[in-house]
Structure formats: C-alpha cells, structure tokens
C-alpha cells in the first residue's frame, strides 16, 4: 500500500516513522546496521528496516543506516563515500582497494550522542 506513487501523500506507518527517526538520531562520522536498529527500536528486524529505508529513506541520512559487512549501499556507493569521507566516517581499504566502513570504529550502539562523535575517532 505504502510503495505506490499515491501514497506519498499518506501518513507513513508508525514503524517508518520510529526508523526514520533512528537513523537521523545517528551522530555524523557513525553508523547503524539494519539489524542494530531494529534492535534499538525492540521491534521488526533488518528486512523491515531496510525496507522502511529503501521506500522512505531519502529524506534522512540513509548513508548511516548500512549492512553489517561495512559495503556501501549497492548501486549509491559513490554518493555513500561522499558522504563518509565529509563526516570522517572510520573507512577501510579491502584487499582489493574497495573501500568499506570500518564497523568497528564507525558502528554506533545508540547511546550518548555527544560522546559517541569521539569515541569512533582515535
């Protein structure tokens, strides 16, 4: 009901909504995985999640909200690293040369805000 052209003038669902909200409550240079937040949220899973972001996603830091194996967004990997590399988001080199985030620097648990932007930072 919601992925149709006519819905964009609806009310998104209340789980959107809480998503939505998740990923712009992500601190700069920091990141969640799918699963993380729904894990925050207590509700839904990282399907859920990443459709809430794939349908309504554009208007929030999307770039923050990411798979668990540090890849950018397939098919907005070079809009993603813009943005990581403008935040100083914690970045790898793969073996290859591809660039990923660094998920154990860059990963944000949800708490604190104000100190989380230095903890993801040495």
């Given at each position: 009901m919601y992925g149709t052209m006519g819905a964009m003038s609806e009310e998104l669902p209340a789980y959107a909504e809480r998503v939505l909200d998740a990923a712009?409550?992500?601190?700069?240079?920091?990141?969640?995985?799918?699963?993380d937040v729904a894990e925050w949220l207590g509700e839904g899973g990282p399907r859920q999640v990443g459709r809430v972001m794939a349908l309504y996603g554009g208007a929030v830091p999307w770039w923050r909200v990411v798979r668990a194996d540090g890849r950018p967004l397939p098919g907005s990997e070079h809009r993603a690293l813009e943005h990581y590399r403008a935040e100083a988001t914690p970045l790898r080199l793969t073996a290859d040369g591809e660039a990923r985030l660094n998920m154990p620097r860059a990963r944000w648990d949800g708490r604190d805000e104000h100190a989380a932007r230095d903890e993801g930072h040495i």
């Open positions: 712009e409550r992500i601190p700069p240079g920091r990141v969640m995985t799918y699963g």
